[in-house]
Nanobody, 123 residues
Framework: QVQLVESGGGLAQAGGSLRLSCAAS????????MGWFRQAPGKEREFVAT????????YYTDSVKGRFTISRDNAKNTVYLQMNSLQPEDTAVYYC????????????????WGKGTLVTVSS
């Protein structure tokens, strides 16, 4: 089992920045990729970004490309999401997720989830 704990959510103004962190513990040797998904009020959970644990390849949804950066620190078993140029439509609960498999950009491919952290962007 892998446990994921997010931190770093909060309130930001449009154009501002926030940094999310997600620390993994437990059987972290089994992780293939970690990433972030988000769920806005009244909407389905959607993919935001993932990073492969070995090699560091990154993937982003189109709406955050050029604004968000995902990174990982293998020694700390931690993944980060630097969010710049935040917009009100980025308001959502952000969930950290990890997978042992190769499906890294779909919710159904994730094996472990954090409890989520709320990001609110005011206009």
């Amino acid at each position: 089992q892998v446990q994921l704990v997010e931190s770093g959510g909060g309130l930001a103004q449009a154009g501002g920045s926030l940094r999310l962190s997600c620390a993994a513990s437990g059987h972290t040797f089994s992780i293939y990729a970690m990433g972030w998904f988000r769920q806005a009020p009244g909407k389905e959970r959607e993919f935001v970004a993932t990073v492969n644990w070995i090699g560091g390849s990154t993937y982003y949804t189109d709406s955050v490309k050029g604004r968000f950066t995902i990174s990982r620190d293998n020694a700390k078993n931690t993944v980060y999401l630097q969010m710049n140029s935040l917009q009100p439509e980025d308001t959502a609960v952000y969930y950290c997720a990890a997978t042992n498999g190769a499906v890294t950009q779909e919710s159904y491919g994730m094996d472990y989830w954090g409890k989520g952290t709320l990001v609110t962007v005011s206009s």
